[in-house]
């Protein structure tokens, strides 16, 4: 294989896929990196299974959970029999703890594009203006304006089902046709508007193929089934994922390679040109290693990946990582924080049902401190809400034969639940790091998590779950339970930071171009790049400053200055 290519692009999800269809689209020779295996689209093995088709009901066994996910299973729910394939084991990628992280993550060509929620939101000028405002951290280099013709091109391929409400806080988008509210969400709509009119339930904005055009949703796609069984894999390809989309494109140009089993051990800094000059990488079956050159390098290997390959990129010039003349790199570790919301039986509606397993239920944007009629006194920032609301079977215990036949067809009062999503503060203390001390079996520096939320995060959640009650009581619920279990950090896979986007290279990463301000040549798309957390989830940020980067890049080219 070539060891010479216009462009590398280290990551294969979300936008390390949409970084390499657009680079192979301007015509540039791109090599994707990819750490794990080689996954194409339709390789999905539970994608078709039933429950009772998985071992153990889809449970992993307690001796295989503690030998080889003793920390991806902390959350209780997440590892499972349908999905284990797409997740790393412990055993195999160790990682440290100063303080607990949940780092969710799975090696293989599409990363967590292949089982990431979907869900869509636009960040507003409420989050890129708030940093400024409050004197918090730094300011974003970058406002509404300078996204939004960038969310509108990605989502237009991308295809987001949802519905405009109008609403500053998460602007309206491109948008197919919504997944609607069933009767029981419906309802919560209406009764909270009338308690209260600033929270607004909606329809999720989900990258779910409500319809499908095979002119604008270009790749192997098609239209959504209602199987809820997303994060198995599509084999419809009804929604956006690096499979399905972004990597067909991008090899239909001829301008694409895939290297999977390839490690990035450090991106290599030529002094002489002032720029990176290409990658070293590990072979992670022979461990053999090999050097890459490319005269443009995009890092999208995720918040933490990215992060450890530029704090290993150590040089004369930069001893301490790649790019980190400011020190910053690694710090300003945020993720969004649960484990807190509420949940009730609605005991109305008794003759209504509905029909299929949609894929998302409603969404509540952030209501709090977003204008002066709603500022809090005791926390900044915000919250939001996902939830849904299904009938529930009312089976009697011990219910066996024709007794549990016929209750299995008399359904129950619906269950309408919600789970608040809370914005975390970029703490300049919460830092993930490398031990040099100890290493993998390929020979690379552990990675090391020191952060935790704080007292502004623990005021707002006891917000978020009194809000949540209010908004079930006011839609007439009853035996209505609460929590407020705080998570640690990664829990909700939305780590973001760690090298940040700024406007003084002495106290950020990257430029308003996601450009590193000490070596133009490399840029950083995802997660890392972030300077604040918001409450949505991120990922359309992610591809729309991805398109935005590839853009630039290329006019750079063009003139000369890379």
């Known amino acids: 294989m070539t060891t010479d290519f216009d462009a590398i692009v280290i990551g294969s999800g979300i936008s390390g896929g949409f970084a390499a269809m657009e680079l192979c689209q301007k015509g540039y020779k791109t090599l994707i990196l990819e750490r794990g295996r080689d996954v194409r689209h339709g390789e999905y093995p539970t994608a078709h299974d039933d429950i009772w088709d998985l071992p153990h009901r889809d449970k992993v066994p307690r001796a295989e959970v503690e030998e080889h996910y003793p920390k991806q299973s902390r959350l209780a729910w997440w590892v499972t029999q349908a999905n284990k394939h797409w997740i790393n084991k412990d055993d195999e990628y160790p990682y440290l703890e100063d303080e607990r ?11 967590r594009s292949i089982m990431w929620g979907r869900h869509c939101y636009r960040w507003s000028d409420i989050d890129f203006e708030a940093n400024k405002k409050e004197g918090i951290a730094i300011d974003w280099p970058i406002r509404y304006r300078d996204i939004e ?131 070293r990488i590990i072979d992670a079956n022979t461990k053999e290693e090999e050097q890459i050159s490319a005269r443009i390098i995009f890092c999208n290997a995720s918040t933490v990946g ?69 500022q809090k006194a005791d926390y900044r920032r915000g919250f939001s809400y996902q939830g849904d609301a299904k009938r529930i079977e009312n089976i009697p215990a011990g219910a066996v034969g024709k007794s549990l036949k016929q209750a299995i067809f008399k359904p129950g009062a619906y269950h309408v639940r919600m789970t608040c999503f809370g914005e975390m503060l970029p703490y300049h203390d919460n830092r993930m790091y490398l031990d040099f001390s100890q290493k993998d079996q390929w020979g690379m520096p552990l990675i090391t998590f020191d952060a935790k939320l704080r007292d502004n995060e623990f005021k707002l959640r006891e917000d978020g779950v009194k809000s949540a009650v209010q908004m079930l009581e006011a839609a007439g619920c009853t035996d209505i339970t609460w929590n407020n279990d705080a998570t640690a950090p990664g829990a909700c896979i939305h780590e973001m930071g760690t ?22 040549n490399v840029f950083v798309t995802d997660g890392a790049c972030m300077t604040s957390s918001g409450t949505q989830n991120p990922s359309i940020t992610y591809m729309a400053l991805t398109a935005r980067a590839v853009d630039y890049a290329h006019r750079e080219v063009q003139a000369g200055r890379l």
């Not at 790749?219 to 990597?247: E, H, I, M, V």
């Open 499 to 520: 090298a940040r986007m700024g406007r003084d290279p002495q106290t950020s990463v990257l430029n308003q171009w996601n450009q590193m301000h000490d070596v133009p």
């Open 101 to 111: 992280f949940d780092w969710i993550r799975g090696h293989h060509v599409g990363g």
């Open 306 to 374: 990215t992060t450890a390959i530029l704090l290993n990129s150590r040089s004369e010039q930069f001893p301490n990582g790649l790019g980190n003349r400011s020190g910053e790199l690694g710090h300003n570790m945020m993720d969004h924080h649960y484990g807190m919301g509420a949940a009730g039986y609605l005991p109305d509606l008794k003759d209504t049902y509905y029909s299929g397993r949609k894929p998302v239920g409603f969404y509540i944007p952030r209501f709090t401190n977003i204008d002066e009629a709603s």
């Open 149 to 279: 013709p960038w969310y509108d091109y990605v989502e237009t391929f991308v295809g987001i089902a949802g519905q405009a409400e109008g609403l500053k806080q998460v602007p309206d988008g491109k948008f197919l046709k919504p997944f609607p509210l069933n009767c029981a969400e419906q309802h919560l709509r209406e009764t909270v508007a009338e308690q209260f009119p600033e929270r607004v339930v909606t329809p999720g904005r989900v990258a779910n193929l409500s319809e499908y055009n095979p002119e604008v949703h270009k790749g192997t796609r098609g239209q959504c089934q209602a199987r809820d069984r997303c994060w198995r894999g599509c084999p419809f390809g009804a929604y956006f994922s690096s499979q399905s989309a972004t990597l067909p494109v991008a090899e239909a140009t001829g301008n694409l390679t895939v290297r999977p089993f390839s490690i990035v051990k450090e991106i290599v800094y030529d002094a002489d040109s002032g720029k990176a000059s290409g990658v």
